[in-house]
Nanobody
């Protein structure tokens, strides 16, 4: 059974940096694609990026150049490093792989 969990969210000032982590059990990021989504209050869920098993990454236009995907294959973790954060990046961020969603982690960008 695949399980997914995100961590690393928090409160950060505009222009700040955060790194989210996604961990999974029962699945390997080296064998399956994954995606990060986010959902802001009163908004629909938005795709942030998709990474395939070979770690080819496609970013949404809204985060390109500010958000960066990486992974640690030895620990089966993926990371989302977010720099130059903006208030409009405030959302719950979700990791999903093999159709399984984590519970999400809250990111709040505010002064």
């Amino acid at each position: 059974q695949v399980q997914v969990v995100e961590s690393g969210g928090g409160l950060v000032e505009p222009g700040g940096t955060l790194r989210l982590t996604c961990a999974t059990s029962g699945s390997l990021f080296t064998q399956n694609s994954m995606s990060w989504y986010r959902q802001a209050p009163d908004s629909e869920r938005e795709l942030v990026l998709t990474a395939d098993a070979r770690n080819n990454v496609k970013y949404s236009d809204s985060v390109k150049g500010r958000f960066f995907h990486s992974r640690d294959v030895t620990k089966n973790l993926v990371f989302l490093r977010m720099v130059n954060l903006k208030p409009e990046d405030t959302a719950v961020y979700y990791c999903v792989t093999q159709g399984v969603w984590g519970p999400g982690t809250q990111v709040t960008v505010s002064s």
